[in-house]
């Protein structure tokens, strides 16, 4: 029995010099996916769709959000299986393959598999899916459902409704959450088929009003503690450079008054050995 074509949707935004990588990493999959979409909220795409020959359909939206330019893509795919590429990550050359080959021989909606995250040249470890989820453990953390780690059956995909196109971060974990609410099952392929590309700040007002909207959303699910990190969260992401010194330091105060014990000794133990922690 032959397997479910698969559309591949990449959301871009105004960062034409990495979306050739994340392409080629489409384009090289040992399993090709039968179609490949590029959906643009700036219009600084196009030119570089052109250089593939037509194996890449280019969408023009004026979304605001990564979460709204996805939906458009699925809305446009018209196969069984949707997976997602942002534009600055890659697949390993097996990701579909695992993946799909998952979703064929089984019943659950939709497969996911480990990711890499690489800052700076230097690769470590980054989310690992686990088998099994319960909602209420991961509303303020997630715990390896990104962008571009997973493929869905586009029924699944519709039944949930998309990616919440209002959330401009998490919208991947809000996601996630729904799923589970609403009794999707998900396999695991426990393998580092992903990389995640930090190149880019993760700092900035749009992520921290971003984390306050997703705060506000889960508010009567939230425990005490999911609270604190979330606003953690928050205050470090408010610390971005064009701040006057004066700010910096007060939310500086802030994360440091939201932390736990554990992630106060976590962020003097990487001071004291050379190495940072983002929050990502």
Do not use: I, K
């Given at each position: 029995m032959p397997e479910p074509a698969v559309t591949c949707v990449v959301p871009t935004h105004d960062r034409p010099?990495?979306?050739?990588?994340?392409?080629?990493?489409?384009l090289a999959q040992t399993r090709p996916p039968d179609s490949v979409i590029v959906v643009d909220d700036t219009g600084s795409a196009g030119p570089v769709v052109a250089e593939f020959d037509g194996r890449v359909r280019y969408v023009r939206s004026w979304s605001s959000t990564a979460g709204a330019s996805?939906?458009?893509?699925?809305?446009?795919?018209?196969?069984?299986?949707?997976?997602f590429l942002d534009d600055d990550d890659t697949w390993h050359p097996t990701f579909l393959d695992r993946c799909v080959a998952e979703l064929a021989e089984s019943t659950v909606d939709f497969a996911a598999a480990w990711t890499w995250r690489c800052r700076a040249g230097h690769r470590r470890p980054g989310?690992?899916?686990p088998p099994a989820a319960v909602p209420a453990d991961w509303l303020h953390r997630n715990p390896?459902?990104?962008?571009?780690?997973?493929?869905?059956?586009?029924?699944?995909?519709?039944?949930?409704?998309?990616?919440?196109?209002?959330?401009?971060?998490?919208?991947?974990?809000?996601?996630?959450?729904?799923?589970?609410?609403?009794?999707?099952?998900?396999?695991?392929?426990?393998?580092?088929?992903?990389v995640q590309y930090r190149n880019l700040?993760?700092?900035?007002?749009?992520?921290?009003s971003g984390l306050a909207g997703y705060r506000h959303k889960?508010?009567?699910?939230?425990?005490?503690?999911?609270?604190?990190?979330?606003?953690?969260?928050?205050?470090?992401?408010?610390?971005?450079?064009?701040?006057?010194?004066?700010?910096?330091?007060?939310?500086a105060l802030l994360g440091w008054l939201n932390a736990t014990p554990r992630q106060c000794?976590?962020?003097?133990?990487?001071?004291?050995n050379g190495t940072a922690l983002h929050s990502d």
């Open positions: 010099e990495l979306l050739p990588r994340a392409l080629r990493s489409v996805r939906n458009l893509g699925a809305a446009r795919a018209g196969t069984p299986l949707l997976a989310g690992s899916l390896g459902l990104t962008g571009s780690n997973f493929v869905v059956r586009a029924e699944a995909f519709g039944r949930l409704g998309g990616f919440d196109a209002a959330l401009p971060v998490n919208s991947d974990l809000d996601l996630f959450v729904r799923a589970l609410d609403l009794g999707l099952r998900y396999a695991v392929v426990p393998e580092r088929l992903v700040s993760s700092r900035g007002p749009r992520r921290a889960y508010r009567d699910r939230l425990t005490v503690g999911q609270r604190r990190f979330l606003r953690r969260e928050q205050y470090l992401a408010l610390r971005f450079p064009d701040q006057p010194h004066r700010r910096r330091l007060a939310y000794v976590d962020v003097v133990w990487h001071r004291l």
